[in-house]
């Protein structure tokens, strides 16, 4: 999939460096989703499933318009509809395209230790490559959006491509192809900053959004699928959606820190023992000397 | 003289036993360091591919605490510390430059082989319970996800850990203490030898197999 316009830009658990690391193309791509003219009608979903050929999944019913839990290594891609009361005790229904987001800083990534299992494109795109998967699920844990799914019979992990393939061929997502009501767009990054900022700014000036904002959390470095909320300041009445995600802390550490310092010990403890031997040699028996 | 006579040290029911968690240790720390750093992931491709090292690590960890358990019902006894083990363990700079001269006298195990024995006994619990979450993270609830991610930082600071006993382990049954590498690959010593590291230990089996004559 690596043609021109995949160049990659970081690999996972790569020893040295990456081939392209902090190249940057003119464009980074980037999906925004405005929920605020999101139907739930799910059109996203067939065209997932239908592009990379996963059948339907069983619906399950729990009294609302969710119709399954959770996204599934073979379900990339799943509208969360939230009943919400607002301050006023005005009704609504809240529904987010959830999918993965794929960050500027991506957990999974960092987390992950077979080399190139996942890579990050200099478009931005962040692609599990399965035949290098281990099956670990460290990706799973460095996510902060709970995106990455394992499949217990091949023992891969399985997200969202953002359609790498598509995309590497010029055309766009297949979500976006689908979408009947114009709420999903795809573009450059910039592009699609200025189009979120326009649509805030309408929903501020026409609507009772007063609080309407850009969802791009910057504690993931900003993300490449960015979200128009009717209320910023909640971003997790909407199915869960964190408001300051961050690669975990203990990620962090074990991948910073921990790893460096283990690194230095056990090498010292290799040297240790052969300087302990050369200068104090192996211990005699009595009556041996 | 002395040193052509043979004294059994480890029979070989504690033979089998030590190879046993030796074994399964040793691959873990091979898959695991592959997992740890991707300067040595070609650890895991020498040993089958990611997959297959993915796959067998934790089989083979929990192979390892079952047999530190065995080991820990045969051994428990002699690994107590003891009141002498305190003061041996005050002269570890002694015992590190080859003063021996200056420790006081051991059993069966000296301080130094008891501390090594309990760091195993005890990062095996912590490397079984946080390997245990990582083998199924998908069963721990995303709202607790910070329990998937200390579980990795215990485990890596737990292996650390018996990896530096592991160093001092191999490093002195190989190289410092002749006769010790011998002894638990063929469970003899030397009378020399017994009476030279384990003082104690030789006077009671002597006592005992006197005894018995």
Same mark, same amino acid.
């Given at each position: 999939?690596?043609?021109?316009?995949?160049?990659?830009?970081?690999?996972?658990?790569?020893?040295?460096?990456?081939?392209?690391?902090?190249?940057?193309?003119?464009?980074?791509?980037?999906?925004?989703?405005?929920?605020?003219?999101?139907?739930?009608?799910?059109?996203?979903?067939?065209?997932?499933?239908?592009?990379?050929?996963?059948?339907?999944?069983?619906?399950?019913?729990?009294?609302?318009?969710?119709?399954?839990?959770?996204?599934?290594?073979?379900?990339?891609?799943?509208?969360?509809?939230?009943? &919400?009361?607002?301050?006023?005790?005005? *009704?609504?229904?809240?529904?987010?395209?959830?999918?993965?987001?794929?960050?500027?800083?991506?957990?999974?990534?960092?987390?992950?230790?077979?080399?190139?299992?996942?890579?990050?494109?200099?478009?931005?795109?962040?692609?599990?490559?399965?035949?290098?998967?281990?099956?670990?699920?460290?990706?799973?844990?460095?996510?902060?959006?709970?995106?990455?799914? *394992?499949?217990?019979?091949?023992?891969?992990?399985?997200?969202?491509?953002?359609?790498?393939?598509?995309?590497?061929?010029?055309?766009?997502?297949?979500?976006?192809?689908?979408?009947?009501?114009?709420?999903?767009? *795809?573009?450059?990054?910039?592009?699609?900053?200025?189009?979120?900022?326009?649509?805030?700014?309408?929903? &501020?000036?026409?609507?009772?959004?007063?609080?309407?904002?850009?969802?791009?959390?910057?504690?993931?470095?900003?993300?490449?699928?960015?979200?128009?909320?009717?209320?910023?300041?909640?971003?997790?009445?909407?199915?869960?959606?964190?408001?300051?995600?961050?690669?975990?802390?203990?990620?962090?550490?074990?991948?910073?820190?921990?790893?460096?310092?283990?690194?230095?010990?056990?090498?010292?403890?290799?040297?240790?023992?052969?300087? &302990?031997?050369?200068?104090?040699?192996?211990?005699?028996?009595?009556?041996?000397? | 003289?002395?040193?052509?006579? %043979?004294?059994?040290?480890?029979?070989?029911?504690? #033979?089998?036993?030590?190879?046993?968690? %030796?074994?399964?240790?040793?691959?873990?720390?091979?898959?695991?360091?592959?997992?740890?750093?991707?300067?040595?992931?070609?650890?895991?491709?020498?040993?089958?591919?990611?997959?297959?090292? #993915?796959?067998?690590?934790?089989?083979?960890?929990?192979?390892?605490?079952?047999?530190?358990?065995?080991?820990?019902?045969?051994?428990?006894?002699?690994?107590?510390?003891? /009141?002498?083990?305190? +003061?041996?363990?005050?002269?570890?700079? /002694?015992?590190? /430059?080859?003063?021996?001269?200056?420790?006081?006298?051991?059993?069966?195990?000296?301080?130094?082989?008891?501390?090594?024995?309990? %760091?195993?006994?005890?990062?095996?619990?912590?490397?079984?319970?946080?390997?245990?979450?990582?083998?199924?993270?998908?069963?721990?609830?995303?709202?607790?996800?910070?329990?998937?991610?200390? %579980?990795?930082?215990?485990? +890596?600071?737990?292996?650390?850990?018996?990896?530096?006993?592991?160093?001092?382990?191999?490093?002195?049954?190989?190289?410092?203490?002749?006769?010790?590498?011998?002894?638990?690959?063929?469970?003899? +010593?030397?009378?020399?030898?017994?009476?030279?590291?384990? #003082?104690?230990?030789? /006077? #009671?089996?002597?006592?005992?197999?006197?005894?018995?004559?």
């Amino acid at each position: 999939m690596s043609n021109g316009t995949l160049q990659i830009k970081a690999i996972s658990g790569h020893a040295g460096p990456v081939p392209g690391r902090d190249a940057s193309r003119d464009y980074d791509v980037c999906k925004l989703i405005d929920v605020t003219t999101c139907i739930g009608c799910k059109a996203c979903e067939v065209a997932c499933l239908e592009w990379n050929g996963y059948p339907f999944r069983e619906t399950t019913f729990d009294n609302t318009y969710q119709t399954m839990p959770d996204t599934a290594w073979n379900y990339y891609n799943l509208i969360r509809f939230n009943e &919400h009361t607002a301050e006023d005790g005005t *009704f609504s229904w809240l529904m987010r395209k959830d999918q993965c987001m794929h960050c500027a800083d991506p957990g999974c990534l960092r987390a992950c230790p077979a080399d190139g299992a996942i890579v990050q494109y200099s478009n931005g795109i962040v692609d599990f490559q399965q035949e290098h998967c281990i099956g670990c699920q460290y990706c799973v844990t460095g996510c902060p959006f709970n995106i990455p799914k *394992f499949n217990s019979e091949t023992k891969k992990v399985h997200k969202c491509t953002l359609c790498s393939d598509r995309v590497g061929a010029g055309l766009e997502p297949a979500c976006i192809k689908a979408c009947p009501t114009g709420c999903l767009h *795809f573009g450059s990054k910039d592009d699609m900053l200025d189009l979120a900022e326009k649509r805030v700014h309408q929903l &501020h000036e026409h609507t009772s959004h007063t609080n309407a904002g850009l969802y791009d959390p910057q504690g993931v470095g900003g993300t490449h699928v960015m979200y128009v909320l009717h209320d910023i300041r909640d971003p997790e009445a909407y199915g869960g959606l964190p408001r300051d995600p961050h690669v975990p802390l203990l990620v962090r550490i074990w991948k910073g820190p921990l790893k460096w310092l283990g690194n230095f010990a056990i090498v010292a403890g290799l040297l240790g023992a052969a300087a &302990h031997y050369v200068r104090f040699g192996p211990k005699k028996v009595e009556g041996a000397e | 003289m002395s040193e052509s006579i %043979a004294i059994e040290r480890y029979t070989y029911r504690e #033979r089998v036993m030590h190879w046993l968690t %030796a074994l399964t240790y040793t691959y873990c720390l091979s898959t695991g360091l592959a997992f740890y750093t991707p300067h040595l992931f070609w650890i895991a491709d020498v040993l089958g591919g990611g997959p297959t090292s #993915r796959f067998w690590h934790p089989i083979v960890g929990v192979s390892f605490v079952i047999a530190q358990m065995w080991m820990h019902m045969v051994w428990h006894r002699d690994m107590e510390m003891s /009141e002498q083990d305190k +003061v041996w363990m005050e002269h570890t700079r /002694e015992y590190a /430059e080859n003063h021996d001269e200056a420790m006081p006298l051991s059993g069966r195990f000296n301080a130094g082989q008891k501390l090594f024995y309990w %760091a195993m006994y005890y990062g095996a619990f912590l490397l079984l319970i946080t390997g245990l979450v990582m083998w199924f993270p998908e069963y721990i609830p995303f709202g607790v996800a910070w329990i998937r991610s200390l %579980a990795i930082v215990l485990h +890596v600071s737990g292996a650390l850990i018996t990896i530096g006993a592991f160093i001092i382990h191999v490093y002195m049954s190989v190289f410092l203490v002749p006769g010790s590498g011998a002894a638990m690959l063929f469970g003899n +010593v030397s009378i020399a030898w017994a009476r030279t590291h384990h #003082r104690l230990w030789y /006077e #009671r089996t002597s006592r005992e197999s006197g005894s018995k004559e």
